[in-house]
DNA sequence: CTGAAAGCGCTTACAG
DNA sequence: CTGAAAGCGCTTACAG
């Protein structure tokens, strides 16, 4: 038996007999042989890993995005490298030209400030697939759900449900190709409501603290109290429920709230937050999928493509029903 | 200048003269030389990769725990491989015995379910790094806060705010040598407070759900309620917090609560959370030094340490203040 | 189809 | 101190 048919069977290729094929797993099997990555690696001229580039590890949307990716590249015989950005232009910028202690033989970039004009400017050549909601035209190869059509989704459940003075929390100030608004606009359009631009409160970034800040502003303000809020993400919603309660309304009895991510917390929150579910598995395997298509241009062109992942409207007690019994229970 | 001297001045060793280091750097800078990792752990023997074992990285306290770590096995030239367990006891085994894609240097594992006797088991000499509040003897290198200090301090913390009839929730059934729970009794003694045993609530897992059940069980007995609780994790914190809420009792002023591991959410919660926070970044130093330690047993003995880093208790509104005001602010 | 051999880019023991 | 050379464990082009 030779060298190129243990490789061959080791490495899935070619067809080699059933008979032969088991004897090598066997012999894999009773010795115990793990392929010396370090080795393969060198022999091959790549590093075996991809980097993620998310803003923060620690934001639970981008941890469970990485824990996705983390098991499907393994699957791949890839391995995830973590850098993280802070939410920072600069490090985005310096992290699609690749600037890594490693090597890297990919690049997933969870893009939160970059702009067109940086990916124009990029020299590495280093496969690169851009996740999130910023839109970059055809310039690179992206995934991302509908945003339009998640938030559009997320507004049309709240108007179900009765709203009519819905806020916005998290328009972006400039962006008139904001997807999430226009899939805001879009909701109330299509409902015959009328647009208050009072109720579309921009942030500086989607935390927590910068949620409550507007929705406390707009709830003393003399502009009339909204009866639903549409946050861009759950973490700006959780600001925004809170600046409800400490401002005397109950959600969602006064005013309902959907989010949109889908992170832990939305479940364990009280009430527990509706929100737009991201399919992440199917937004890792799509990222995979596309850097290895940029790494075997086999069959031609490698035109960067756009392609969407289905979301879905998770339910939960901020727009349904919520509310410490008057009485106690028993 | 030899290659050996440009070795040097790579790989930081030995004494260089000034002048000549300068050359070197200035030359590695020029040309943008990057050297391939794959190739020299081919040449040292070693991976380059270390396993970092989690139940979960989407949980926030692992997640913030991973990002400490990767930014600082960055720096020392490693690379971190995250792995889930799942909170599965077989799954952690597994993990210890080095069952990885990739072959690694050393394992820094969260131990959740691990037993001293699956540690006696084990067969795989890759060093060992153990993260968390189980104990072990000595049979392992261990790093963790002084879990009983921490939850004496927190338990301490809510008697000083008036707390009479404190709740632990979390208590593990059986362990009478659970750290945590050691330091809630302390500090009940301490105070000349009478142990409650209803007060005590085992639950089955550090979850949000379990924290919710067993705080409503208790509410709707005929225990009387409790004026103060403590639970082992935020997330069980959460939880507790939400059974509270929908038995119409307000958080602080009807029960103060107190978690432990200040996650993000602690402080986007309404009211905010009181909590423990360990020293995530020294935790992920001493975990790596230890590694290293085991690496180069470079002056003899590498005898399993057990050692201890900070923690820090976070005052927020879950034991302070907080309320919606009865009529809007204005 | 088979096997011996070169080469991936480093590190390090070794002879000079 | 210096430099040439071997070797780490793979893959793959190449001669048989």
Chains 1, 2 share one sequence.
């Not at 894999?28 to 060198?42: D, H, I, K, W």
């Not at 006064?254 to 479940?267: E, S, W």
């Not at 298509?293 to 007690?317: I, S």
């Amino acid at each position: 038996m030779s060298m190129k048919t243990v490789s061959n069977v080791i490495n899935g290729y070619a067809h080699v007999a059933e008979g032969t094929k088991e004897r090598v797993l066997a012999a894999v099997e009773t010795v115990g042989y793990r392929p010396n990555l370090s080795a393969r690696n060198l022999a091959r001229g790549r590093s075996g890993v991809i980097a993620l580039v998310v803003p923060r590890l620690e934001m639970p949307y981008f941890a469970g995005l990485a824990g996705q990716l983390i098991e499907q590249a393994e699957a791949r015989g890839w391995f995830v490298l973590i850098h993280e950005t802070g939410w920072d232009r600069m490090a985005e910028r310096a992290a699609i030209e690749g600037q890594f202690p490693q090597r890297i033989d990919g690049l997933i970039v969870s893009a939160q400030q970059l702009e067109r004009a940086d990916l124009d400017q990029r020299t590495a050549t280093t496969p690169l697939v851009l996740l999130g909601e910023r839109s970059f035209g055809d310039a690179v190869h992206h995934v991302a759900i509908d945003n339009t059509a998640a938030a559009r989704t997320a507004v049309e459940h709240l108007i179900e449900r009765g709203c009519r003075r819905i806020a916005m929390v998290g328009a972006s100030d400039a962006a008139a190709d904001d997807p999430r608004r226009r899939g805001y606009l879009e909701a109330l359009e299509a409902a015959g409501l009328e647009l208050q631009p009072d109720l579309m409160l921009p942030i500086r970034a989607n935390s927590g603290e910068e949620g409550e800040r507007v929705v406390r502003e707009l709830l003393e303000s003399d502009v009339a109290l909204p009866d639903g809020v549409f946050a861009v993400t759950d973490w700006v919603a959780l600001g925004a429920m809170r600046a409800l309660h400490l401002h005397g309304l109950r959600v969602p009895d006064d005013a309902a709230v959907v989010g949109f991510d889908d992170i832990p917390y939305a479940r364990a929150v009280t009430p527990s937050l509706t929100t737009i579910a991201p399919d992440r598995a199917a937004l890792a395997e799509v990222a995979l999928r596309m850097l290895e298509t940029q790494l075997n241009p086999a069959g031609g062109l490698a035109e960067p493509v756009h392609q969407t992942v289905p979301f879905e409207l998770v339910v939960r007690e901020s727009t349904t029903s919520f509310g410490p019994p008057q009485s106690r229970a028993h």
